[in-house]
């Protein structure tokens, strides 16, 4: 899954013409493209099969052409959109697209508008989606962490003002997050496990106690990186972690 730091890096050494690098995001993006794609087409693909994923591998790398950071949006949600975009095309072409999608219904269409009005189009568009991508996003976090006692409120309250307090909580998250069993227990009894998150990250208790409610509500954004991309945009993982 791309997430943090190391898509800028890609990023930014691509404009600079280092074309190692966009092989490299792009490898590292299949995983994201399948599940994008495979979302949009209600089943499981396969990379040996399935022309859609090859459709949705070009959109992604049109994407890493078109993104601009001035656009207001993560990188991955843009190219979300291009592959949705890229993909629904194809589907319709094909006459393969067997459900009605109201979203991808709006995408600007390239082939029957000049370059000028297809700029004006898609930035409405991005706006527009990421406008209710964004507003999904919140409503959808906000029942997860509700069912778990946590409100967006608890959550500014018990942010971390400090950097490295901040880190040291955000690290005790992903390790939550790369235990599936440490996860699992949390969604069960709507409790921290603790004692195992203090042996396994060396972290004191105390320093968990007080940050109980942060831990919470960042692990629960890092299980669900793969929904919540501009909410996850915000969240810098520690040097060191596991990507």
Request: charged residues 30%; neutral net charge.
């Amino acid at each position: 899954m791309l997430f943090g730091d190391k898509v800028d890096v890609y990023l930014q050494r691509i404009r600079e013409g280092d074309e190692s690098s966009r092989e490299r995001l792009i490898a590292d993006a299949k995983p994201f493209i399948a599940g994008v794609v495979g979302r949009l087409c209600g089943r499981s693909l396969s990379w040996d099969r399935d022309d859609e994923l090859s459709i949705g591998l070009i959109a992604f790398n049109e994407a890493i052409d078109r993104f601009k950071d001035q656009m207001g949006v993560p990188f991955t949600a843009f190219a979300r959109m291009v592959i949705r975009s890229r993909v629904t095309d194809y589907l319709r072409k094909e006459s393969r697209w067997d459900r009605v999608d109201l979203h991808m219904s709006e995408v600007p269409q390239e082939s029957t508008v000049s370059q000028a009005e297809n700029n004006a189009s898609w930035a409405k568009y991005i706006k527009e989606t990421a406008n209710r991508e964004r507003i999904e996003e919140i409503q959808d976090y906000n029942l997860k962490i509700n069912k778990l006692g946590i409100t967006f409120q608890d959550l500014v309250r018990s942010s971390p003002k400090h950097r490295d307090t901040r880190e040291t909580l955000i690290r005790a998250a992903w390790y939550i997050v790369e235990h599936q069993t440490l996860y699992d227990a949390l969604q069960a009894s709507k409790r921290l496990p603790i004692r195992e998150v203090e042996m396994g990250t060396g972290i004191s208790r105390k320093v968990l106690e007080r940050g109980r409610k942060y831990i919470i509500g960042i692990a629960i954004l890092l299980y669900n990186r793969e929904e919540y991309l501009y909410l996850n945009s915000y969240v810098r993982l520690p040097q060191g972690s596991v990507e």
